[in-house]
């Protein structure tokens, strides 16, 4: 049985993935709309206060808060350079310990989730 503090902690922390995971959508889409000529961002750094729009905290922008540890993955760039797709994954740092589920997003903004212990991707169930 995991003990009360233990389970809270956990939910807290996947609670702030998955509103982090919504930061990082929104930072892209305002990345985006200040830079057209690239499109969307190519590292989490380019989204946090050092280099970019300041839109999410340096720890983010570092790739790790809360428990969990982010990774920004750019799309491919168009034929005219821009980068149009991206995903997001947020996986525990530990897993079972610090989170219990793994979560991704991309341009669509749905998160989705996962608890194998694993990334979490495009195919798997939305967050309802």
Do not use: W
Not at 40 to 67: E, H, V
């Amino acid at each position: 049985m995991i003990p009360c503090f233990v389970g809270s902690r956990t939910a807290a922390n996947e609670s702030a993935a998955v509103g982090s995971l919504r930061a990082l959508a929104t930072a892209q889409v305002s990345f985006s709309e200040e830079h057209p000529a690239k499109g969307f961002a190519i590292s989490l750094a380019d989204l946090g206060p050092t280099l970019g729009t300041s839109d999410i905290d340096s720890a983010l922008a570092n790739g790790t808060k809360s428990g969990y540890t982010f990774a920004l993955t750019p799309g491919t760039p168009d034929r005219k350079g821009h980068i149009t797709r991206f995903a997001i994954s947020a996986r525990p740092q530990v897993f079972e310990k610090t989170g219990y589920r793994s979560f991704f997003t991309d341009e669509s903004g749905v998160i989705r989730y996962t608890s194998e212990n694993r990334p979490a991707t495009a195919s798997d169930s939305a967050l309802q």
